[in-house]
């Protein structure tokens, strides 16, 4: 073929083609799935980011009852957080309980905020948290004020009494002991429960007790300066010289105890603020007497018996109470070698009325209280021990005026001051029954005794004689006193029969008076022997010849 064309060129060889692979820009739905699962997980992580709030952790002695990813924080009846885990601590003391909560509840890490377990308790202000028995129990919160915020709280052992969101106001009171009263005994005004006795606390000295009252509102504003506050705890009663009392504001107060408020003549004044402090009184009467003002000490001596006398009897002039026994004792009296009974007493002289402290008139000389005392014991003034429950024999100190009192000798310069005393009645009446005991003890009952059955042997002989005597005259005179007396009848019938109207007067009057002449003889005879012979009567007539 190249001997045919030798003179034409080589044409070039064609290139080759290229093989290009077509890009596909969609992307597989294989991987959609897994993208779409990353984007919704990235945004629930997101979300649980946002909404979740602050972590605490709360200290608790036990844990009991709480479960770790179940036990709800709750305020109000409302979630706001969830116990994640539970822990004990490094020395076994206590347990750490870590809580997350919700963004809401971000105001709960105040440094004041309260956490409590919420489980069936039953205390002094009655059961509570009987619906954990079926939902299992929670950590209650009360929030705090403080702009102070941590993340570790000490929880309460026990519900508080008194939640920041009540209504109300907190009194401070003062008291020499506890008496039954615990948190949560009830405070009553008018015998209706208003408030509860929030907290108390010993006092640094040791010597009282403080305690802080919650008074809900309305009834808060019936406590003003005037109000008075006294024990109503269980059952008062008192049983002294004045009489048997029994006083209580409620059943529950038997068992609770309680605290009672009330004003004198319902003069509140003015509304008592914030804890504002009172004392708190023993009883009713006590708190709601008037001020006492000044109180005088006095020393008494005595020298009998003191029983039925104790510290807080009372100390009487005329009725009135002016003050109370404070204490008894015994001492030995050197000089007259015996023993005494001092008796200390204080007395409120202001009881006795304003005109004898200032002067019944605005010019008349104020006295000074010993220069009042010792004009007063000049006029007799004296204590004396009398009764005043015969049934439980208790006895109080009596001050009055005994005119008759022997003179004493007052020193005013003596701390406390000795008040002279008289002997009390049933001293005075026991002594003059010793003394007849003693008179009657030297009578010589024995001989007396002899005396008498000697007495009664004479008379018994005497009686016999007289009987002897009796019969004599039944048997003897008697017959003949009765013989003559029917003598006299027969004359008195004769006469009536010679006075009749049917009588033969002038015949037989002669024959009467004869007859009347012969027993006013009889009768002569009879009165003229009995005057000789008396002996008769007893004796009886002699028979003839003798």
């Known amino acids: 073929m190249s001997d045919e064309n030798p003179q034409q060129p080589a044409l070039p060889a064609a290139p080759r083609p290229r093989r290009v692979r077509q890009r596909n820009w969609l992307p597989s739905l294989v991987w959609l799935i897994p993208l779409v699962a990353a984007l919704v997980g990235l945004t629930l992580v997101v979300k649980l980011m946002s909404d979740r709030g602050p972590q605490i952790t709360i200290t608790f002695r036990s844990a009991e009852g709480l479960e770790a990813g179940k036990t709800s924080v709750k305020y109000k009846d409302v979630n706001i957080g969830t116990v994640q885990t539970i822990g004990l601590s490094e020395d076994r003391t206590h347990v750490q309980i870590k809580v997350q909560l919700t963004k809401e509840a971000k105001s709960f890490t105040a440094d004041d905020t309260r956490f409590w ?58 008291a020499d002991d506890l008496g039954s009263l615990d948190i949560g005994s009830p405070v009553y005004y008018r015998r209706i429960v208003v408030g509860q006795v929030a907290a108390y606390e010993l006092n640094p000295d040791g010597k009282g007790i403080t305690l802080r009252l919650f008074i809900n509102a309305p009834y808060d504003k019936f406590v003003g300066v005037n109000t008075r506050f006294w024990h109503a705890s269980g059952l008062d009663i008192e049983l002294n010289a004045s009489g048997f009392k029994l006083r209580t504001q409620a059943l529950a107060t038997m068992l609770l105890g309680g605290v009672a408020f009330r004003a004198p003549d319902d003069d509140f004044g003015m509304a008592a603020g914030e804890n504002t402090e009172f004392q708190l009184a023993g009883d009713e009467e006590t708190a709601l007497k008037p001020p006492d003002g000044h109180a005088e000490t006095l020393l008494l001596y005595f020298k009998q018996s003191l029983r039925g006398l104790s510290p807080g009897a009372v100390v009487d002039f005329r009725g009135v109470a002016l003050g109370e026994v404070k204490s008894i ?20 002289p202001e009881r006795l009325g304003r005109k004898l402290l200032v002067g019944a008139r605005s010019d008349e000389k104020k006295y000074t209280e010993k220069e009042r005392l010792a004009y007063f014991i000049g006029r007799g003034l004296r204590a004396q021990l009398r009764p005043g429950n015969l049934l439980t024999g208790q006895i109080y100190v009596a001050r009055d005026f005994f005119p008759k009192a022997p003179p004493v000798q007052f020193d005013a310069s003596q701390t406390p001051i000795i008040l002279p005393t008289v002997p009390g009645a049933l001293d005075e009446l026991q002594s003059q029954i010793s003394e007849i005991a ?8 024995d001989e007396i005794g002899a005396d008498l059955q000697k007495t009664m042997k004479t008379l018994d ?25 029917k003598d006299v009848r027969k004359t008195l019938d004769a006469a009536q029969k010679t006075l009749s109207e049917d009588a033969p007067l002038q015949q037989d009057l002669r024959q009467t008076l004869e007859e009347m002449s012969r027993a006013a003889g009889s009768l002569r005879v009879l009165t ?8 008769s009567l007893i004796r009886g007539k002699p028979e003839d010849g003798k």
Do not use: W
């Open 329 to 348: 004792g015994i001492e030995y009296d050197q000089k007259a070698r015996e023993f005494v009974m001092p008796v200390l007493i204080q007395i409120y």
């Open 438 to 445: 003693r008179k009657l003890s030297k009578v010589p009952f």
């Open 528 to 535: 003229d022997y009995l005057e000789r012979h008396p002996e």
């Open 117 to 174: 377990v919420v489980r069936p308790r039953v205390a002094a202000s009655g059961v509570s948290g009987i619906s954990t028995l079926l939902s299992g129990a929670y950590i209650a919160a009360d929030a705090g004020t403080s702009e102070k915020t941590v993340d570790e709280f000490t929880g309460l052992e026990a519900p508080p009494i008194i939640t920041r969101d009540a209504s109300g106001k907190q009194f401070v009171v003062h």
């Open 461 to 485: 002989r005497t009686l016999n004689s007289a009987e002897q005597l009796t019969q004599h005259l039944n048997n003897d005179v008697a017959p003949e006193v009765t013989a003559a007396m």
